[in-house]
Every structure is written in C-alpha cells, then in structure tokens.
C-alpha cells in the first residue's frame, strides 16, 4: 500500500486499534470530543450516520489545526463515492489523508443495546441475549483526501449474526464478575471469556470485534494504491 | 466447575491452549508422541477418529504411569456416551480426569488440506482457497473416567465454513512472508493477518482457530459439574 498518504483511525477503542494493526496497516490515531448524535432511525442507517460523524469531526479537527477555520464540514454518506472541491472545505487543508470512522451497535429483537450503564444494566442484558440470535452492526465511513485537496467518502455497514447460547443466572453473574462487560455494546467482548457462549456466527467475526477488518482492507486499497 | 477433576489437554497446540486459558478452564497438557492414522475417508469421521485417538494415547500414557501396563486402550467413539467397567482397561488406573482431545483439518471442493510441507506447498494452498468457501473441521474426543474409574467418552466434528477473498500472487506472497502459514492446516490462521482476507464466516469463529471452544465448554459441564 501507498505509505505516502496518512491514515488516520478516528476511534478511541483499543479492540479498533489492535485489529488495524493486526493487519498490518500502519496508522495515527486522532479522536474528536465532539459529541455525536443520529436522526437515523434504522439500526444500518444509525452506525453509518455515526461513523461518518466521528470521520468528519476529525478531518475538521486535523484542518483546524492546519488553518483555525471554524465550519468546514460536508456530512456527506454513500455507500458510492462522492467527490467535491477541495477549496472552501475541509479538503482545502488536508491532502493526502484517509480517515477512517467506525460505530458498533449490537440489535436484539429489532432493540438497540448500548453500553450497559451499570453492572445490573449489564446483567438484564445479558439475560435477553441469552438463547438467541442477535445482530452486531459496525457502520465504516471513510474520507479520502487526495493531493488535490479533494474528497470521497463511502460509508458502509457490516452486518454479522451472533447466536449466544442458553446461559444461567450464575454464569452471567459470573461472567460479569470477570469485568468484560462494561464499555461494550451489549456487555459482551466477543474475544474473551464470552466466547464459551458463542455457539456460532454469521457474517466477519471481526465486525462483532468492532471493525469489518477484511471489508476496511479491500476498500482501503482501493484509495491507496 | 468441579476442580476436583484434573483436565488434560492432550495436545501440542499453542492456539488451543489458548482458548481454554481464554475461557477460564484450569488445565493442564499431556503430549503423546505416538503416531496418529486414520482409517475413516470422510473429514467428519477422519478429525472424530483423530481426536479420540490423541485422547486415547494420552489415557494410556497416564495410566503407564500411574501401573506400568502396556495394552490398555478401547477406542470406542460415538456421539452417545460410553461407559465401560474399570478393572483391566485405562480406567482401572485413571480416576477423576477428563481428557481432551482434537485434531483439525481444511477441506475445499472435498480435498482435504493439511498443513503444508514447504512455503511452494503453502502458495498453492492459499492460491486454491482465495476467492471461494472452504470448510474447517474439528474433530473433538472426551475422555472420562469418574470416581470409579469408569470411562465416558464422547466424540463430536464441529464444522465452520470460510469465505475467503480473491487474492493476487502478491498478496499470497506477502502473507507467506509474513510466517503464518508453516504447522497450520490450509496455510493460514485465522486470527492473524489472514483476517484482511477472510469476508465471513458460518459456525463456530474458534473453531477454525482449532477448538469449538462454546462446545467444549457446554460439553464439559456435563462431566464436571
């Protein structure tokens, strides 16, 4: 791949981070405080929407800290590439760079489970996905500047299904008490202990992880070679 | 889980002592080096009669030590559970332990691949899986024997379909030099930098890995608790 351009992960995860470097992509990370929110109602919609926030709240931070500009800003999200000028806009500061933004959300029953607020939040999660099949979503955007200044972006959900298996009341106590649960959508991690309760998945295991790595290395290519 | 038990993990593997540490089992391994053959033609009944039959070597080699007897094995496997007498068999010297037991094999278009003997080998391995499913098969084999000596012995094929992406000759050579491929069946793993490759999945994540471990786990309740 084309080391000349920059990548930039917008993500705070750790799990995000180990999966890039997995991989083999070298990278920066860059992370906005700014807060997102969705209008979106559709859980493949919503991680999308997210995802694109999270990249664009960082090619503003990276073009503020290039030229203190204050609204530079596109939001624009297609699963097709979208291309505009480079000259009023964020692309007018950066060149050469792919941000790459991601959002996980895990859906049960058509529900949206978060991050569990609290152990016992954590606990009635875990009770209603136990015995069944739930969906984990991760929402990918990527916004590509090239040395012109100009930017595509191209948003994308990957979708993988989840069947946990019948556990009891002791073994989620259990489980919880193994402290994996919190800061995850769905009070699981996948890569850990709660792997003895996956009895099968559908889709990029990875996706549950947190990051579609395959679906992120091909796009990825096709920006950088 | 009833610790009293001594659990033996009958195999070289470090990836499967791994995901037993990563589920929370307390273990420990016992190696046979006999050589194992098999005789059955399907993969499902090959990577069962493989397993039962790491296990087995093991049983005989921990009861050679417990009474310095030479011909003590049974070899019986099924889905259903077995119980034997304990006088003049393994049993008569095994009490409470429960052995495991795995082996795991790649099949594409009803071929099975083992691991590859030199990287050339390894290049068409990855060559003949990119862009198609293939299929990961893991045999399992529990062996036990209670309190009394009487054994049990459960055998099980976890299968786990893998799609992989189209890869060019230089992204199979990249990946080779990247030293994954070598004592893995198929030339890859899973967990490393194939996953750039590898678009979904369907079954058990851990069991292309190289143990079902949701299996192993729900299985191995049954005999400890």
Do not use: W
Request: charged share 30%.
């Amino acid at each position: 791949m084309d080391m000349r351009k920059r990548i930039i992960l917008g993500s705070a995860s750790p799990r995000r981070k180990e999966l890039l470097e997995q991989i083999g992509i070298e990278f920066e990370i860059v992370v906005s405080s700014k807060e997102e929110s969705y209008q979106s109602t559709e859980p493949e919609e919503i991680v999308k929407e997210l995802a694109l926030m999270k990249a664009e709240n960082v090619a503003e931070e990276l073009a503020r800290k290039e030229k203190g500009s204050q609204d530079l800003r596109e939001n624009d999200c297609t699963e097709t590439v979208l291309v505009s000028g480079g000259d009023e806009t964020v692309g007018g500061y950066l060149r050469n760079v792919l941000i790459l933004g991601a959002d996980t959300i895990v859906v049960r029953d058509g529900e949206i489970l978060g991050k569990p607020s609290d152990e016992e939040a954590a606990f009635h999660m875990l009770g209603s996905l136990q015995g069944k099949m739930h969906q984990v979503y991760t929402g990918v955007a990527m916004l590509d500047f090239n040395g012109n200044g100009e930017r595509q972006a191209v948003c994308h959900v990957e979708e993988t299904k989840v069947y946990v298996h019948e556990m009891t009341e002791e073994e989620i106590r259990r489980y919880l008490a193994a402290g994996e649960s919190m800061d995850k959508a769905g009070a699981y991690g996948v890569q850990g202990k709660f792997a003895a309760y996956i009895d099968r998945i559908e889709g990029d295991y990875y996706n549950v992880v947190g990051l579609p790595v395959a679906y992120v290395y091909q796009k990825m290519k096709e920006f950088l070679l």
